[in-house]
C-alpha cells in the first residue's frame, strides 16, 4: 500500500502563492503519471496539472502561466507551486497516482 500526504494548503489573499506538497510512503512518482486535481464545493473534481513519467507536464487551462507542477524523485515529493492565486482557486486540492490518493489539503484564497 501507498499512502499520499498532501500538505501546503492554507488562506491566501488573492495574488499570492502557495506551493503544495504530495509526499508518497513509497518511490512511486517516478512509474505513474502524477496530477494535481481539486475539488470546490458543489462541483466535480477537475484536474489541474499532471506530470508525466518521463516529466511532462500539462494544465488546464484555467491555471496555464500561473501554476507549476514538479517532481523530486529523491525526496518521493511532487510540488504544485501555485502564483497569482483567485479567489476561483479556492478548493480542496488533491494528488493522485495511478490508483493511490492523499487526503487533500484545503486552499481559500479570499481577502
Known amino acids: 500500500q501507498v499512502q499520499l500526504v498532501e500538505s501546503g ?6 495574488g499570492g502563492s502557495l506551493r503544495l ?5 513509497r518511490s512511486i512518482f ?7 486535481y ?15 513519467r518521463s516529466g511532462s507536464t500539462n494544465y488546464a ?3 496555464k ?13 511532487v510540488y504544485l507551486q501555485m502564483n497569482s492565486l483567485k479567489p476561483d482557486d479556492t478548493a480542496t486540492y488533491y494528488c493522485g497516482a495511478n490508483t ?4 487533500g489539503t484545503q486552499v481559500t484564497v479570499s481577502s
Open 100 to 103: 493511490f490518493w492523499g487526503q
Open 30 to 36: 517516478s512509474l505513474y503519471t502524477t496530477g494535481w
Open 65 to 77: 502561466g500561473r501554476f507549476t507542477i514538479s517532481r523530486d524523485n529523491a525526496k518521493k515529493t
Open 9 to 14: 494548503g492554507g488562506l491566501v489573499q488573492p
Open 38 to 52: 481539486r475539488q470546490a464545493p458543489g462541483k466535480q473534481r477537475e484536474l489541474v496539472a499532471s506530470i508525466t
Open 21 to 25: 506538497s504530495c509526499a508518497a510512503s
Open 61 to 63: 487551462d484555467s491555471v
